[in-house]
């Protein structure tokens, strides 16, 4: 049977339209989606929205409309970019779905009546606290809010003093428990979170852990939320990150909150789950409440999730925001210079983990000199000399040990052989991949397989070979091996460009007719010979055109 793979992006907030962070962490789990789906994994991967909230409620009031109303809108504009770019998800979460509401409620329910010896319940208790409320931005504050003076600014006022009760979910009793966790995983070679750089934040944010997690709202204040249930007393409204958290088991496949143990069918997923998250919602919400909820549910440790945390796109070294009016709007960028290029961009420019500066002028830069020049024009040279010395046809299948190339007279005198390169090469890319450096991947693609073969055509120069009937076999030998590192490159470059994938082999006149449900890609298509003696090369047209910068 296959493995699975279950893969999963934070759920993004309706509160205003999507921008360049959103569809670099979806881009990127879509990448990784299609990478197992190249090896043959069963994949599950859910994305979604996170549709509840006070921001929401607010931005709703000021346009008049209803929030779901206007939620509504917003989700619209996500899933038209997902379809744009290329995002191909399995499963979508959105929030105000009623099976996700179902589900949050059940599991509230689960957890209240869940008791100990006292008759209480062992997770959730509800307690009365005070303190400083803005009336004007409906909201407690925290000493953070006031100023250098002491006192709350104008922003906040008037400022009252309110005593409100709520429900809590315990968070210290476990803290040693989740500590024993990050460090046994690390202990194991399985972090809990990937890059594991990480994990060191993640624990010291642990031991300073201080308080449980007030997990309701008083419906008075907020409305747009998950009603608690009514055992719980009239009047609450889930805060929204123990609503938020509970997507990633309310839509996945086969889970019912019911049993004290996870069903099998769902945990059969749930066992190869990544996360992939942003570097600010680590902590505390993924890497602290998250894992003592599941615990909370009859998770073992076992089963809590590894974090997959990526870095972030800044602009100047400076953070994206709609008061700084630097927004990057990825569904602008996508109809100017074509999906494809967007994401190349942005899984080839940021390594996973680390934040980037985003540029236009690198993204034209990046395309140009990786996609147009060294990929593209090898794909239509080589076309193009095949079409000429050979007629378009291959001849011979030459075993893989048997092909180096000995460089014409006058070029640098060294022998290349073929087969160790690409043995290796191929190593690298799976190892790059299993550790989600995509960019590592595609560096191998680029700079080393597309590079190898560009600096083969300078060095054997099919064009000298010709032209001496005594050399007719190398020429034969070098024109296979470039129709057929790119038969392996389009497989290598599937996940990151599908649509361009699809072009080579097109091009390539090759598996243009499937059978059955055979897939165009598959990893396990990249043994040397693939295409046959005697194969019919397509026509060349050009796969990557130059983007010509905008005059400045
Ligand atoms: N709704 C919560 C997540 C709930 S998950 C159960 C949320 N939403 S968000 O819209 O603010 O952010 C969604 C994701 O986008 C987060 O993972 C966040 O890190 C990511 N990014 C937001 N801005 C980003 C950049 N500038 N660059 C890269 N990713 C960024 O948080």
């Not at 378009?392 to 030459?398: D, E, M, S, Y």
Request: include cysteine.
């Amino acid at each position: 049977m296959a493995e699975t793979f279950f893969i999963t992006t934070a759920i993004d907030y309706t509160n205003g339209a999507p921008h360049i962070g959103h569809a670099y962490e979806k881009v990127l789990a879509d990448v990784l989606a299609r990478y197992h789906r190249l090896k043959g994994d069963d994949v599950f991967f859910l994305t979604g929205v996170d549709q509840h909230g006070q921001k929401v409620q607010q931005s709703a009031e000021k346009q008049g409309i209803a929030p779901q109303e206007f939620v509504d809108g917003i989700t619209a504009k996500f899933v038209a970019l997902w379809k744009k770019l290329g995002v191909e998800y399995d499963g979508w979460a959105a929030t105000t779905d009623a099976k996700h509401k179902d589900c949050v409620r059940a599991i509230l329910q689960r957890l209240w009546d869940d008791q100990g010896a006292d008759g209480q319940s062992k997770w959730i208790y509800k307690k009365s606290e005070g303190g400083y409320y803005s009336v004007r931005q409906e909201q407690f504050l925290t000493d953070k809010e006031r100023g250098a003076d002491g006192e709350f600014g104008p922003e906040w006022q008037p400022v009252e003093f309110r005593e409100e009760e709520n429900f809590y979910f315990r968070l210290l009793d476990h803290k040693q428990w989740l500590l024993n966790l990050i460090d046994a995983r690390s202990a194991a070679g399985k972090p809990l979170v990937i890059p594991d750089f990480r994990v060191g934040e993640l624990r010291n944010a642990v031991e300073k852990l201080e308080g449980d997690l007030c997990i309701s709202r008083p419906a008075a204040r907020l409305q747009w939320g998950i009603p608690f249930p009514e055992s719980f007393g009239a009047g609450f409204v889930t805060y929204v990150w123990f609503d938020a958290l509970v997507n990633y088991i309310s839509f996945a496949p086969g889970y019912d909150p019911a049993p004290t143990r996870p069903p099998e069918e769902f945990l059969r997923w749930w066992r190869t789950i990544v996360h992939v998250i942003g570097k600010d919602i680590m902590i505390p919400a993924h890497g602290v409440y998250w894992p003592i909820m599941l615990k909370s549910l009859g998770f073992t440790n076992d089963e809590i999730p590894t974090l997959l945390v990526h870095g972030w796109w800044n602009i100047s070294g400076a953070k994206m925001s709609k008061s700084l009016g630097n927004v990057i709007d990825p569904d602008v960028l996508a109809d100017k210079y074509g999906a494809e290029a967007v994401r190349y961009y942005l899984v080839s420019d940021i390594a996973t983990g680390k934040d980037a500066d985003f540029s236009e002028e690198r993204l034209i830069q990046r395309y140009n000199t990786d996609l147009a020049n060294s990929l593209g024009n090898l794909l239509n040279r080589t076309l193009n000399m095949v079409a000429k010395y050979l007629g378009g046809r291959l001849v011979g299948r030459p075993n893989i040990e048997d092909v180096s190339f000995a460089p014409v007279e006058g070029s640098e005198s060294r022998t290349y052989e073929v087969r160790p390169n690409l043995e290796f090469y191929l190593i690298e890319y799976r190892t790059a991949f299993d550790t989600a450096q995509v960019n590592e991947a595609l560096w191998i693609i680029i700079m080393k397989m597309a590079l190898a073969m560009n600096l083969c055509v300078e060095k054997c120069a099919p064009w000298k070979l010709a032209k001496d009937p005594s050399k007719k076999r190398d020429l034969d030998s070098v024109l296979y091996t470039l129709a057929e590192y790119l038969r392996i490159i389009a497989i290598l470059l599937s996940p990151v460009l599908p649509k361009a994938a699809h072009g080579i082999f097109d091009q390539l006149n090759w598996k243009t007719e499937l059978s059955g449900k055979e897939e165009r890609f598959r990893l396990a298509d990249t043994i040397w010979g693939g295409l046959p003696d005697g194969h019919q090369l397509g026509q060349p047209t050009p796969l990557f055109p130059r983007i010509e910068a905008p005059a400045s």
